[in-house]
Nanobody, 125 residues
Framework: QVQLVESGGGLVQAGGSLRLSCAAS????????MGWFRQAPGKEREFVAS?????????YYADSVKGRFTISRDNAKNTVYLQMNSLKPEDTAVYYC?????????????????WGQGTQVTVSS
């Protein structure tokens, strides 16, 4: 059973930065595609970014975060990161990391087998 634990969320002013971390345990992290999703109040969960098992391979971003957010992973630490820069109030949401054991990843939440509990990111204007 794979467990994912997110951390690094918090309150930040618009234009600021945060780095989210997602630590994985109980599986073969280095072979999984990993993704970040987010859900704002009253909205559906949406794709943010994903990366396949080798760092830098098959990396995808939502248009809304492209150029501002960067996904990366450290397979030695079983951890995936989401560096968020130039944050906007509309980035406010609960952020979830997810693991896809088939290494497909991408934008479809149905591709992912395991999910973390989420970490709150709040961007004030």
């Amino acid at each position: 059973q794979v467990q994912l634990v997110e951390s690094g969320g918090g309150l930040v002013q618009a234009g600021g930065s945060l780095r989210l971390s997602c630590a994985a345990s109980g599986g073969t992290f280095s072979t999984y595609a990993m993704g970040w999703f987010r859900q704002a109040p009253g909205k559906e969960r949406e794709f943010v970014a994903s990366t396949r098992w080798w760092s830098g391979g098959g990396t995808y971003y939502a248009d809304s975060v492209k150029g501002r957010f960067t996904i990366s992973r450290d397979n030695a630490k079983n951890t995936v990161y989401l560096q968020m820069n130039s944050l906007k109030p509309e980035d406010t949401a609960v952020y979830y990391c997810a693991a896809d054991v088939a290494n497909i990843g991408g934008v479809r939440s149905q591709n992912y087998d395991y999910w973390g509990q989420g970490t709150q990111v709040t961007v004030s204007s």
